[in-house]
């Protein structure tokens, strides 16, 4: 397969920047000498813009320190064309242009030789492929002045997206609406209700008319419908059991609370994703693929949910966890930024949680990387002081204390907001139902 050129293209964009330094910058913005399929065309634009960065003048004689005489006698021939001066943007938008296209082709062509060695899984070869393409589509920069961004503030004042609650009314309260191209991280230890509250959101988001996709991770779809079952059947005072729908023991009654459990999702915009397993990569063609679907069904995608944040792969092959989850993070957060949705990642804690006194999180705790904290715009921690007051066993002398102790928690769950970009941290109770796998204000 050859590769997509136009060395012509790249000779007169070099003419052109030897003729008139004042292309320079712009070249520079988007370009860099890797953008260029012939390598001395490429050392020709790296000299040319780091001479200018220098604040010095750029011409062919200016640059003959770095170049031996055949190299030189060509640049002086390129610095006598000055046709180029006619067409300099359209010369740097196809240069441009034609490197992205080739790096896309480079990245496809790895996924289609991988099509031919059969022990390479049909889901890695599909990441390839998708972190390809995902790459490109997302390489956009916006560069607006000030004023530009203050006059586009006046024209959206009032028609603003206010961004997507859950209906848990206290924790709308303490932590505000999940906004277009926020990264929200939802974080506990296990028992402490994250995908009881992430489902419990993402269903509330989604009857309000909010775009949502869940990507399940850790759970089949089987087991988030069943899950999905006994938080719409649950009216806040009685429901049907989420271990009877598990099970399959329903009576009448709680099999017609089932299907009209039914019949309130249908038409609502909530997507599943089911992946034991998932690049960054891929799931950015995913979350594009489901806006496309529900633009085409009348809604917008506003809210992605992702169970849980560790059991993402990222693109690329990490050497430690840390580097993993830092690569991750700083996927998700530019994901959310490129298409304009709001990212709520579940996420474990480390188990230093749990021999602190209290067991209260704090923000180190978050596992694996301090990256998660530095890209994130909110991060909500769970806590169920129940959970752990149960793991005390009878013979332990702290017993007692933990039975009197257990009455005033019971049922609860504290929502700690201990980070949040644009607004106060606090914490909140909200009421946990552990019998029906729902979460409420």
């Not at 997507?164 to 929200?184: A, N, Y």
């Not at 992605?304 to 996927?331: G, T």
Request: aromatic share 6%; with cysteine; glycine share 10%.
């Amino acid at each position: 397969m050859s590769a997509i050129q136009n060395t012509d293209a790249e000779a007169a964009l070099i003419a052109g920047l030897l003729n008139d330094n004042e292309w320079i910058d712009r070249a520079a913005d988007r370009l860099s000498g890797a953008d260029f399929y012939d390598p001395l065309y490429g050392r020709f634009y790296e000299a040319i813009v780091r001479e200018a960065a220098q604040g010095r003048g750029v011409n062919a004689i200016t640059l003959r320190p770095y170049f031996n005489d055949d190299e030189l006698r060509q640049l002086i021939r390129l610095s006598s064309d000055l046709s180029a001066l006619l067409a300099m943007r359209e010369l740097i938008g196809q240069v441009a242009d034609i490197s992205r296209r080739r790096q896309m082709q480079a990245g496809l062509s790895v996924a289609a030789e991988a099509c031919a060695d059969l022990t390479i899984p049909q889901s890695e070869i599909i990441a390839h492929a998708d972190a390809a393409i995902a790459e490109e589509a997302s390489g956009a920069i916006a560069q607006p002045t000030g004023a530009e961004c203050l006059g586009a503030l006046l024209d959206n004042l009032g028609k603003q997206d206010r961004g997507v609650t859950g209906g848990i009314q206290v924790l709308d309260d303490l932590m505000g609406p999940i906004r277009p191209k926020q990264l929200v991280i939802g974080a506990g230890r296990p028992g402490m209700g994250k995908t009881a509250l992430a489902l419990s959101y993402a269903i509330g988001a989604a009857q309000q008319g909010h775009g949502v996709l869940y990507v399940s991770l850790e759970m089949s779809a089987q087991e988030l419908a069943e899950r999905m079952a006994a938080d719409l059947c649950f009216d806040g005072h009685e429901g049907v059991p989420y271990a009877a729908i598990r099970d399959g023991d329903l009576n009448g009654w709680q099999k017609r609370r089932v299907a009209e459990a039914y019949s309130k999702m249908q038409g609502v915009p909530f997507h599943i994703i089911d992946a034991g397993a998932l690049t960054t990569g891929r799931l950015n063609m995913l979350v594009r693929r489901h806006a496309r679907k529900m633009a085409a069904d009348g809604y917008k995608l506003e809210l992605v949910v992702i169970d849980y944040l560790q059991l993402l792969h990222p693109d690329s092959k990490a050497r430690s966890n840390y580097e993993a989850v830092s690569e991750i993070s700083r996927s998700l957060k530019a994901m959310a930024k490129d298409q304009g949705v709001g990212i709520f990642a579940l996420a474990q804690l480390s188990r230093s949680v749990e021999s602190r006194e209290g067991n209260r999180p704090q923000l180190s705790d978050l596992r694996d990387s301090g990256q998660i904290e530095q890209d994130a715009d909110a991060v909500l921690f769970l806590l169920r002081h129940e959970y752990y007051l149960r793991q005390i066993e009878e013979n332990s002398p702290e017993y007692a204390k933990a039975q009197q102790a257990l009455e005033a928690v019971q049922g609860q769950i504290e929502f700690i907001v201990a980070k949040r970009r644009n607004g106060v941290a606090g914490t909140a109770t909200g009421r946990f139902h552990g019998a029906y796998q729902a979460v409420r204000g």
